[in-house]
């Protein structure tokens, strides 16, 4: 919408309420596009990087930039994380003693139109709490005066616009000074590259962390507990050091070597197969979910089974199954090979057997029987695991064995 005379409309009125919340001087608050709303308009206009001209309106582009910073404000204040340099911490100290002065009109600390080097560390904490200042150039204009009027209203304290010492006490806090990821522990509230590292592991080792923002939230504080509860340690949803570490492992090498547990279950589609098994077949379904093929897949046969002549023996013991492919596509079914190759199976898909399906064995399985381990042989050099012994039809996935099986 272009507003191009003085007048009074809905839309006015919330632009108008908006540029307040910024900071800019709209003077009466009215709902009229007066002299005073116009070059408040102006003002935001200079100071956006994409909006290059003057006039004393907004088109439609320059008001949804207009409502997504005012949105943008609509939170409880972030913490970052960085290392800060000498100079800053120079500049904490002035700012931490110009908030306690007291000024001869009565007011404390220091407000609009201060200008000094200190104010560039005013404005980069504004900018890590989460309310953007637009610039960080060590003059205390009127955005830097409404990201601190936000900040204040978010942190519970009387709304001045000015940088006191009950305000100071609240932004000094608003920065990790810190070059360590997870010292101290990341946490509820963090908006940092560390913490969007985190959620890009979370995501790849399949914890589910949500977006990937850089904002610690209540979701990713979920998806740690996740990976608490796997590695058996605190259950408090804080990513330390310990667990970061084993985050990086999980996340750059899922498939991690199964318990040696052989206690027979019954599993999916009723089939009977023992928990190492289990482990390794549900790590191959993980890593298949995140390249396309979603998990539930279903099971002809199980382990510790002779019902099938064809199996030639395979399943009498551990570690054998058959899985069904028939809603499947060509490349999800080569992307389930790959997985079960990957998570230490033997596995082949038996397109020409009646009905189709993928033939997996766990290698290292101590309860595999001697025709299943003539198949583990058979794989390992290369051939399909079949009577005659012919090349292994999938040579173009290889032998992805895991670091366990080696």
């Keep these: 919408m272009r507003i191009t005379?003085?007048?009074?409309?809905?839309?006015?009125?919330?632009?108008?309420?908006?540029?307040?919340?910024?900071?800019?001087?709209?003077?009466?608050?009215?709902?009229?596009?007066?002299?005073?709303?116009?070059?408040?308009i102006k003002a935001f206009k200079a100071d956006q990087n994409d909006i290059d001209n003057d006039v004393g309106f907004l088109g439609k582009r320059g008001q949804t930039i207009l409502a997504a910073e005012v949105k943008a404000l609509d939170h409880d204040p972030y913490r970052g994380r960085r290392a800060l340099t000498l100079e800053q911490h120079r500049q904490d100290g002035v700012l931490?003693?110009?908030?306690?002065?007291?000024?001869?009109?009565?007011?404390?600390?220091?407000?609009?139109?201060?200008?000094?080097?200190?104010?560039?560390?005013?404005?980069?904490?504004?900018?890590?709490?989460?309310?953007d200042p637009q610039h960080v150039d060590g003059v205390f204009d009127e955005r830097t005066r409404g990201a601190l009027e936000q900040f204040?209203?978010?942190?519970?304290?009387?709304?001045?616009?000015?940088?006191?010492?009950?305000?100071?006490?609240?932004?000094?806090?608003?920065?990790?000074?810190?070059?360590?990821?997870?010292?101290?522990?990341?946490?509820?509230?963090?908006?940092?590259?560390?913490?969007?590292?985190?959620?890009?592991?979370?995501?790849?080792?399949?914890?589910?962390?949500?977006?990937?923002?850089?904002?610690?939230?209540?979701?990713?504080?979920?998806?740690?507990r996740r990976l608490e509860a796997e590695l058996k340690g605190p259950d408090d949803g804080k990513l330390g050091v310990r667990e970061l570490e084993a985050l990086k492992q999980i996340a750059n090498n899922p498939f991690v070597e199964p318990k040696?547990?052989?206690r027979r279950v019954v599993y999916r589609d009723g089939e009977v197969l023992n928990r190492r098994t289990i482990q390794m077949f549900e790590q191959a379904e993980n890593w298949a979910a995140k390249h396309g093929v979603p998990k539930g897949w279903g099971f002809y046969q199980?382990?510790?089974?002779?019902?099938?002549?064809?199996?030639?023996?395979?399943?009498?013991?551990?570690?054998?199954?058959?899985?069904?492919?028939?809603?499947?596509?060509?490349?999800?079914?080569?992307?389930?090979?790959?997985?079960?190759r990957r998570a230490g199976f033997a596995a082949y898909y038996r397109p020409t057997m009646d009905p189709p399906h993928i033939h997996a064995i766990a290698i290292?399985?101590?309860?595999?029987?001697?025709?299943?381990?003539?198949?583990?042989?058979?794989?390992l050099a290369g051939g399909d695991g079949l009577i005659g012994s012919a090349p292994d039809p999938h040579r173009d996935i290889g032998r992805p064995l895991p670091e366990w099986a080696r």
């Design 5 to 40: 005379a003085p007048t009074s409309t809905p839309d006015i009125a919330r632009i108008e309420r908006q540029l307040d919340r910024l900071g800019y001087d709209v003077g009466a608050r009215d709902g009229v596009q007066d002299a005073a709303l116009t070059a408040a």
């Design 96 to 131: 931490a003693e110009l908030s306690k002065r007291q000024n001869a009109d009565g007011t404390e600390g220091i407000g609009e139109g201060a200008q000094r080097p200190g104010i560039q560390m005013l404005q980069l904490r504004l900018r890590a709490a989460g309310f």
């Design 152 to 224: 204040q209203q978010a942190s519970g304290l009387e709304v001045t616009g000015r940088l006191d010492a009950k305000t100071w006490a609240k932004l000094s806090r608003t920065i990790i000074d810190t070059d360590q990821p997870a010292t101290p522990v990341q946490t509820v509230g963090e908006r940092s590259r560390a913490v969007l590292r985190t959620e890009k592991l979370l995501e790849k080792a399949g914890f589910k962390p949500g977006d990937a923002d850089g904002l610690f939230t209540k979701r990713t504080e979920a998806a740690v």
């Design 260 to 262: 040696h547990d052989y």
């Design 302 to 340: 199980g382990s510790y089974s002779t019902s099938v002549d064809a199996s030639a023996n395979t399943h009498a013991g551990g570690g054998a199954m058959d899985l069904k492919t028939f809603d499947k596509t060509p490349k999800q079914i080569h992307t389930m090979v790959e997985a079960l």
């Design 364 to 379: 290292g399985d101590r309860e595999l029987s001697s025709d299943a381990r003539g198949q583990v042989r058979e794989y």
